[in-house]
C-alpha cells in the first residue's frame, strides 16, 4: 500500500511511508537507490543538510519520471544555522542542492544549536550556543509565505520543549520526527502530539544497526503467523499507531518489501507494546552530558525555548 498518507495540521497530505537517506550514500549507490523507490511507488523522500548528500538526490530526482506535485521532499536544516538571521540561507542552500524550487516539509533537525562557525556535527561545549528555539521557528514561520516550503515542523523534540513551545507558535509545527521503533516506542511523546495535531514521522523505524529489532523473538514470530518478514511488522506496527515511517534501504526487494505491510491483529499489537526496551540509538548526550536535556528532560531542562 504505497498510498497511505497522514494529514498534517495545514491540510497537506504526506506519504505515510517515506525512503530515508541518511548513511544512504555509504554503499554509492544513492542515485539509482531513489530513482528505484520512486519506481516502485516511494513518494516521499526524508532528506537532511547534514546528511552530506543531497545533491546526488537532487541529480538523481531530476531523472524520474514523476511530476513534481506528485513528491514529497522533506529536508532539515543543520544545528549551526539556528540563528533566525540564518535560517532564510539554510533553506535556500538545501533548495539548491536538491535542485528544488520548494520543500514540502523543512524540519529544524535538533532543537539545540551550534556556532555558525564550527561544523554542525561539532559536539565540543565550545561550539554549542544558546539560541532560543522560538527565535528559530518565528523565522521558519516567515519562511512559509515565501512559497518556498510548505509545511514546517521539528526533528528530536521532547514533550516539554513542544509543550512551552505551541502557546507561542503562529504556526503549530506539522511533523515532529523522532527514533521510533518496537525498543522505542515513545508512546508518551505520540499520544501528546497527536493530541496538538502534530504529525509524527518515526525514524530508525527497523532499529537500524544498533537496535537489533529485526532479531527479536517475537517480532520474529509475528512475521512468520503473517507470512511476513520481521521488518514489515515493524513497519506496520508503527504505522498502525499512525506514524510515517522513513526506512532506509539501497536493496530492491528490501524497497519493495518495505512498502507492503502485514495486518497486525490488536492482540499482537497489544503485544508489541510490551518489548518497549527505551533503546535509544540516536542520542547527542552520548557525544556531550550538556545535551541531556534533548532527551532526557526529566535529569537536565532545556536551557532556551
Ligand atoms: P539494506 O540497505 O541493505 O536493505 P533504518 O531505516 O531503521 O535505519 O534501517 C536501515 C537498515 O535496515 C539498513 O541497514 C537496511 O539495509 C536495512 N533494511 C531495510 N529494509 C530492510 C528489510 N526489509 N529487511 C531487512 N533489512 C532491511
Known sequence: MTDLTIKLNNGELMPAIGLGTWRANESGLLAQTIKTAIGLGYRHIDCAKLYGNQEEIGKALKEVDVPRKDLFIVSKFEENRHRPELVAGALDEILNELQLEYLDLLLMHWPYAIKPEANAMSFASSDIENVPIMDTWRAMEDLVSTGKVRSIGVSNFNQTILEKMIPQ????????????????????????????????????????????????????????????????????????????????????????????QVTLTSDEMRMIGKIERHERKVDPASDNEELEWVFHEDKMECPVI
Open 169 to 260: 507558535c503562529r504556526i503549530v509545527p506539522a511533523v515532529n520526527q523522532v527514533e521510533i521503533h518496537p525498543y522505542l516506542q515513545a508512546k508518551e511523546l505520540v499520544k501528546f502530539c497527536k493530541k496538538s495535531g502534530i504529525a509524527v514521522t518515526g525514524y530508525c523505524p527497523l532499529g537500524g544497526r544498533r537496535v537489533n529489532v529485526m532479531n527479536d523473538n517475537f517480532i520474529k514470530h509475528v512475521a512468520e503467523a503473517h507470512i511476513g518478514t520481521p521488518a514489515q511488522v515493524a513497519l506496520s506496527w508503527a504505522l498502525a499507531r499512525g506514524i510515517a515511517v522513513i526506512p532506509k534501504s539501497t536493496n530492491e526487494i528490501r524497497l519493495k518489501q518495505n512498502l507492503h
